[in-house]
């Protein structure tokens, strides 16, 4: 059974960095596609982020393209969200989500695996 383990989140100010962290176990994770989404109160789960384990090909939301860096350490077999010039909009609680070759990158539906999600909070 696949688990997936959130830690990281946490209260920042605006224009400063934090580091998620998504240990995965469970199974070979080599053909898994692993994304991070949030979501906000009152809003739908939205895609930050998601990476091919085995090429590496990353995506990311328009709304955070330049700022968040999604990454991989295959020996620990977990995903990493590097989050710098936080903003207050990204105020969310973040889940971390995987599939087995996922064709339908943006779709929370198309992820059979969720963590439990870790808080992120920006004041202004």
């Known amino acids: 059974q696949v688990q997936l383990v959130e830690s990281g989140g946490g209260l920042v100010q605006a224009g400063g960095s934090l580091r998620l962290s998504c240990a995965a176990s469970g199974r070979s994770f080599s053909s898994y596609t692993m994304a991070w989404f949030r979501q906000a109160p009152g809003n739908e789960r939205e895609l930050v982020a ?12 328009d709304s955070v393209k330049g700022r968040f860096t999604i990454s991989r350490d295959g020996a620990n077999n977990t995903v ?3 989050m710098n010039s936080l903003k207050p909009e990204d105020t969310a609680v973040y889940y971390c989500a995987a599939d087995y070759e996922v ?3 943006v779709m929370p539906g198309s992820y059979a695996f969720w963590g439990q999600g870790t808080q992120v909070t920006v004041s202004s």
């Open 50 to 61: 998601g990476i091919r384990w085995r090429l590496g090909y990353t995506f990311y939301a």
């Open 103 to 105: 064709q339908n990158l």
């Open 80 to 82: 990493y969200l590097q």
